[in-house]
């Protein structure tokens, strides 16, 4: 298998589990469809994943093996597997947002909450009424 039809398939994978979000749209910090998707997705992946406690948070942690180990980049000076190499962390929210209509999916089971807007598709879609 090539990187292109990797790629090809994490697509299809990325856009199902993208139309199942909107599918069942949950509001505010009790999520709990939405970290069972998430948690889904992130089965079988070499993560260190845990959950919230208080919410339906889940974090995943995902460590290279490679590089040199040092103090350089952690906010506690200490050194560490990750060393000075290059950190990035990336951050979603899942919630939905209450409406009386839906955005780009339909209301599921009569919901009133919608998915995938943002001030700006707002914004565009008002500008074209």
Same mark, same amino acid.
């Given at each position: 298998?090539?990187?292109?039809?990797?790629?090809?398939?994490?697509?299809?994978?990325?856009?199902?589990?993208?139309?199942?979000?909107?599918?069942?749209?949950?509001?505010?910090?009790?999520?709990?469809?939405?970290?069972?998707?998430?948690?889904?997705?992130?089965?079988?992946?070499?993560?260190?994943?845990?959950?919230?406690?208080?919410?339906?948070? #889940?974090?995943? #942690?995902?460590?290279?093996?490679?590089?040199?180990?040092?103090?350089?980049?952690?906010?506690?000076?200490?050194?560490?597997?990750?060393?000075?190499?290059? #950190?990035?962390?990336?951050?979603?929210?899942?919630?939905?947002?209450?409406?009386?209509?839906?955005?780009?999916?339909?209301? #599921?089971?009569?919901?009133?909450?919608?998915?995938?807007?943002?001030?700006?598709?707002?914004?565009?879609?008002?500008?074209?009424?």
């Amino acid at each position: 298998m090539t990187l292109l039809d990797d790629d090809h398939q994490l697509h299809d994978d990325l856009r199902a589990f993208r139309r199942a979000m909107h599918q069942e749209p949950e509001i505010g910090l009790d999520l709990p469809r939405t970290q069972e998707k998430v948690l889904a997705a992130l089965d079988g992946l070499a993560l260190e994943t845990s959950t919230g406690t208080r919410t339906t948070s #889940v974090t995943s #942690v995902l460590r290279g093996g490679a590089g040199r180990t040092g103090s350089a980049g952690r906010a506690d000076g200490a050194a560490g597997a990750a060393g000075d190499r290059p #950190v990035v962390l990336l951050r979603a929210d899942l919630d939905a947002l209450p409406s009386r209509r839906g955005c780009w999916t339909p209301p #599921v089971g009569g919901s009133t909450r919608r998915t995938g807007c943002t001030s700006s598709a707002r914004s565009s879609r008002s500008a074209r009424s």
